[in-house]
């Protein structure tokens, strides 16, 4: 299971639990992250336009964004959080690894609009929706719909509910956890989020069975 609290996309307030600082220099580091990039990148190879940029929603340690910024050119990746230390983190991991196609992360929170980007070519979310409010999951996908040309992809990563059913015993004693660390906290049924997508203008394309009980879910705006 994917350790949910080493990003967020909702300020400095919530537990960045899994992380650990790598010198003076700011960066921090989230193990979940070099288990599941490898798996997740096959994946946005696919889904992703070759070209344009591509914001990042909570990006977290940046760990991953740098990852799929080496991976992905000549795509451009725009990563962004609300919490300035994962900002900070963000930018001294790419400067580390000398990235020239990632852009210095940029301060987002997810419920509050307009965006601070004006458009994008793609928006991918890893790890967002089961450990903030249900709000902000609204606010990804009426954020997203504002930058987003007709035809783009909206690419979310996690564990998800099926019908109203959890798709192991593990993600059922995760969403328990989660819950009981904050009742508005859980992890999504996939058909409620197909819904909220489908309000905010955004058909679902493609469910990807990903490791660890996880799934990758493509919509595309209509």
């Not at 004693?173 to 508005?184: E, G, N, V, Y």
């Amino acid at each position: 299971m994917t350790d949910p609290r080493y990003h967020d996309a909702l300020g400095p307030a919530s537990t960045h639990a899994d992380e650990a600082p790598s010198g003076a220099d700011g960066r921090l580091h989230a193990p979940a992250t070099q288990r599941n990039r490898g798996p997740i990148l096959e994946v946005l190879m696919r889904l992703l336009p070759a070209e344009g940029t591509v914001l990042e929603i909570a990006s977290g340690t940046g760990e991953h964004a740098v990852w799929f910024a080496q991976n992905l050119r000549p795509l451009v990746w725009q990563p962004s959080d609300a919490d300035p230390e994962m900002r900070s983190s963000i930018d001294a991991h790419a400067q580390a690894q000398g990235v020239r196609t990632i852009q210095p992360a940029i301060a987002l929170d997810v419920r509050h609009t307009p965006w601070p980007v004006r458009q994008a070519r793609a928006v991918v979310c890893i790890n967002l929706i089961h450990i903030a409010p249900w709000a902000a999951a609204a606010g990804l996908f009426a954020g997203a719909a504002g930058i987003l040309p007709q035809g783009a992809p909206l690419v979310l990563y996690g564990p998800f509910k099926r019908n109203g059913a959890h798709t192991s015993d593990s993600n059922a004693r995760f969403d328990a956890s989660l819950r009981a660390s904050d009742p508005s906290w859980g992890v999504r049924d996939l058909e409620d989020v197909d819904a909220l997508a489908a309000a905010n203008g955004f058909a679902r394309q493609e469910v990807v069975e990903m490791p660890a009980n996880n799934l990758t879910v493509a919509y595309v705006k209509e």
